[in-house]
C-alpha cells in the first residue's frame, strides 16, 4: 500500500500550467501593446521635435506610398477615352503640382506654390554631389591635373535609391508661435530606412511597425534649414563653397556634407565622398539657349539646380499614348507618370499636343481659397525635354528597369531635331514677369490652361 501525502505539505510540480502561463504572457502583453503604440521607448525624431513649432506642407492625407498612377489613375482613364465631363469647356486643367527640395529624391505633392523666377518655390534647391578623381588621365598629365578631384551631381542615374529618400518640408507655424523661440526658418527632414544592428536595431524594428504599420522599416532622419545660412553659422557649421559640376556647367554652391551621416552613403550605395549642395541665390545658373530675353521675360532667366529651365509640365494624355506602346512585363506593368518628376501635370488636351503651345498662362479658378495672391501666370513654353534612362527607375521602389520606357522613348519619340536618338516627353517652362516687377504669383493645383 503506497504511503499518502501528509496533510498540509504541498505537492510537487508547478502551480500553473502551460495554459495559465500562456494566458499570463497574453494579458501582458494586451496591456502594454497600447503604452508602446503611444509612448514607444525612444526618443522623439527630429521631425517630432519640429511639430512642436513647424507645419509640414503638402497632401499630407495622400499616403506615402501612394504612386502618382494611383492618385490620377480614374482622370486619366476618361482622358484617354475622350471622355471630357471634368472639361466641359474643353479646357485643360492642373491634376498634380509637386516640387523637388533635393533633387532626385522623392518629390512632394502642393496644392498651390508660388512662382518665382527660378521656378516654384522650394525646387530643387538642395542636390546631392560625390567627388570624384580625374582619372583615367594619361601619363604626360601634370601631378597637379592628378591629384585634382572634383564635385559631380549624382541622380537616380547612378544610384536609383534616391528615389526611395523622402523629404518633408517644415514650415514655421504661426498659431505655434509661443513655443518656437522666433526661429523663423523653413526646415527639410530627409528620410531612408536604415536598421541598426543589435538591441538598438530590433527596438527601432519594433517601434516602426508599431507606430507606423506592419510594412514600416526604422527610419534614419537628416535635418537642414532651407534659408541660405548667413556668414556666422556657415562657418559653426563648418560648411564651404565649394564649385560643383551639373550637367556641363559649374558653379559655386554651398556644401553642407557636415550633415550627412554616413549610413546615407552606404544606403545608396556610394563609394566615394558624398556631399549635399544648396543653391546659392546670388548664384543662379542664367538659362538661354530657347529660353526667351530678358527683355521678353522681364529678367534674365535663371535657374537652380533644375537640369536646364525653371519648370516642367507634363501632359497626361501623352504619357497614356507612350503607356500604350511599351513592352509591358512583371517589372513594368504601367506607366506612372511620377517618373518624369514633372511640376505641372495637366488634363484635358490631346497627346503631344503641348509641343504646338509657345505661351501659356494659368489661369485660377473663380472662388478658389489661396493662402498667395493668386493671379494669372503666364509661362513661355521654351522647348522639349530630353529625355535620359532616369524614367526607368520606379519612383516607389526605387529599382531600374533595364530597358523601358526608354527604349520606347528613343523609339517613338525621336521628334527632335535638336536632340538626334534622344527620346522627348514633356515641355519646359519659363516664368515670364512684368519688366521691374517683384515676382507675387502662384498657382494652384485647379488653375486651367489658357493659350495665347
Not at 495554459?19 to 521631425?47: D, H, N
Not at 489661396?370 to 532616369?390: D, G, I, L, W, Y
Request: hydrophobic share 40%; glycine share 6%.
Amino acid at each position: 500500500m503506497e504511503p499518502q501525502p501528509a496533510i498540509g505539505v504541498p505537492r510537487n510540480g508547478p502551480a500553473v500550467d502551460a495554459g495559465g502561463i500562456v494566458l499570463i504572457v497574453v494579458t501582458i502583453c494586451v496591456f502594454l501593446l497600447p503604452i508602446l503604440i503611444y509612448f514607444p521607448p525612444m526618443l522623439p525624431s527630429k521631425s517630432e521635435a519640429l511639430l512642436q513649432t513647424h507645419t509640414p506642407i503638402g497632401l499630407t492625407a495622400t499616403p506615402r506610398s501612394r504612386s502618382f498612377l494611383s492618385v490620377f489613375g480614374r482622370r486619366r482613364v476618361r482622358a484617354v477615352s475622350g471622355d471630357s465631363s471634368e472639361h466641359p469647356t474643353g479646357a485643360a486643367q492642373i491634376r498634380n503640382l509637386c516640387i523637388y527640395p533635393v533633387k532626385s529624391c522623392k518629390g512632394i505633392e502642393v496644392t498651390e506654390s508660388k512662382v518665382l523666377p527660378a521656378g516654384l518655390e522650394f525646387d530643387r534647391l538642395f542636390m546631392f554631389a560625390q567627388l570624384r578623381s580625374p582619372f583615367p588621365v594619361s601619363l604626360d598629365t601634370p601631378e597637379d591635373e592628378k591629384s585634382r578631384h572634383i564635385w559631380d551631381f549624382v541622380t537616380q542615374r547612378q544610384f536609383p535609391l534616391l528615389a526611395t529618400v523622402s523629404v518633408d518640408l517644415f514650415v514655421p507655424d504661426v498659431a505655434k508661435a509661443a513655443v518656437s523661440n522666433g526661429d523663423d526658418n523653413a526646415y527639410l527632414i530627409l528620410r531612408f530606412p536604415w536598421v541598426e544592428s543589435g538591441v538598438v536595431g530590433a527596438l527601432a524594428w519594433l517601434v516602426a511597425k508599431l507606430s507606423r504599420g506592419w510594412r514600416a522599416l526604422p527610419e534614419k532622419e537628416v535635418l537642414l534649414p532651407v534659408m541660405f545660412p548667413p556668414q556666422d553659422e556657415i562657418a559653426a557649421r563648418g560648411y564651404t563653397y565649394e564649385q560643383v559640376t551639373i550637367w556641363r556647367e559649374t558653379v559655386t554652391a554651398l556644401n553642407m556634407e557636415t550633415e550627412l551621416p554616413r549610413e546615407l552613403r552606404l544606403y545608396l550605395g556610394v563609394s566615394n565622398r558624398l556631399g549635399i549642395f544648396r543653391v546659392d541665390p546670388a548664384r543662379l545658373r542664367d538659362v538661354y539657349r530657347c529660353a526667351p530675353t530678358g527683355a521678353e521675360a522681364g529678367y534674365q532667366p535663371c535657374t537652380g539646380f533644375q537640369d536646364a529651365y525653371p519648370l516642367h509640365l507634363l501632359n497626361l494624355s501623352s504619357v497614356r499614348d507612350l503607356e500604350a506602346k511599351l513592352e509591358k512585363d512583371d517589372d513594368l506593368r504601367q506607366l506612372d507618370p511620377g517618373r518624369f518628376r514633372a511640376n505641372i501635370i495637366i488634363d484635358g488636351p490631346g497627346a503631344y499636343e503641348e509641343e504646338t503651345w509657345k505661351k501659356i498662362v494659368l489661369r485660377p479658378v473663380p472662388r478658389t481659397k489661396s493662402v498667395h495672391a493668386t493671379q494669372p501666370c503666364q509661362f513661355h513654353v521654351s522647348c522639349r525635354t530630353v529625355r535620359c534612362k532616369m524614367p526607368n527607375v520606379d519612383q516607389e521602389t526605387g529599382h531600374r528597369h533595364p530597358v523601358e520606357p526608354d527604349r520606347s522613348l528613343r523609339k517613338f519619340r525621336d521628334v527632335d531635331p535638336g536632340a538626334k536618338k534622344k527620346g522627348c516627353l514633356g515641355m519646359q517652362l519659363t516664368p515670364l514677369f512684368d519688366l521691374g516687377k517683384k515676382p507675387k504669383k502662384a498657382v494652384t493645383c485647379v488653375d486651367s490652361v489658357l493659350l495665347v
